[in-house]
């Protein structure tokens, strides 16, 4: 990595003032070239210290995609968007079922009965979009805080990881990200996600993460 670039104090020179004012004019700017060395001597020493630093990089979707606790729970949530779907659809045809029958039965109805089962499907219509959208937000929460979950619980594992192994400062590498290229000798990628799966799996129970309760209240 380069080292981080410092802004230079920058001493202003005496001016050569002609006449009386010429002595002084030396004495001044001989102060200023003393400071301005001894600034760009500390400076220079701020710039080793930086570069001292030690620097890594992970590729972000690779720890995230590879991290077991996020492989398990969103395969469940997969599963549980499958069952909501096929519940889902059940409801649908019994809905689509129960209208085939009113239009095939609808005209040995009086006028009254027939405003009355319209109201009533229509009701009925609407309790199946409603449920349908309540299950979509709850998948939709269920990712959300599953992805909140496994960033917070990689930003504590990478900071006892740097600490670990004396890193100063671990680098995020995501397509379209601030970062274009960095040599693969300080691409610690695997070794996190070893490291997190190791410690997952060492308590499983203990980074688990508990999606939202299924909403069995719709009507059918």
């Known amino acids: 990595m380069r080292p981080v670039n410092h802004n230079q104090l920058k001493v ?6 002609i006449g009386v004012l010429g002595l002084a004019t030396v004495l001044f700017y001989s102060c200023g070239q003393k400071t301005e060395s001894g600034s760009t001597a500390s400076s220079s020493e701020e710039r080793v210290a930086a570069g001292d630093m030690k620097v890594a990089f992970v590729y972000t979707d690779s720890v995230i995609n590879k991290y077991d606790l996020f492989k398990k729970k969103s395969e469940e949530i997969t599963e549980k968007g499958k069952k909501f779907d096929a519940d889902l659809q059940s409801r649908a045809r019994g809905f689509e079922q129960e209208v085939a029958l009113f239009q095939q039965t609808g005209g040995n109805m009086t006028q009254n009965q027939i405003r009355a089962k319209q109201d009533e499907l229509m009701q009925k219509e ?3 979009l409603s449920y349908r959208n309540n299950l979509m937000q709850e998948l939709s929460t269920d990712e959300s805080k599953l992805l909140n979950d496994v960033y917070e619980q990689v930003q504590l594992f990478m900071k006892d990881y740097a600490k670990e192994n004396g890193i100063d400062i671990i680098l995020s590498h995501t397509r379209g990200g601030a970062m274009w290229y960095a040599t693969d000798a300080i691409d610690v990628t695997q070794s996190v996600i070893d490291g997190l799966n190791k410690k997952y799996n060492a308590n499983p129970a203990g ?9 069995t ?3 059918k």
Do not use: E, S
């Open 12 to 17: 202003k020179k005496g001016l050569k003032f």
């Open 126 to 128: 609407q309790n199946l």
């Open 207 to 215: 980074a688990t993460t508990q999606p939202a309760a299924a909403d």
């Open 217 to 219: 209240t719709a009507k």
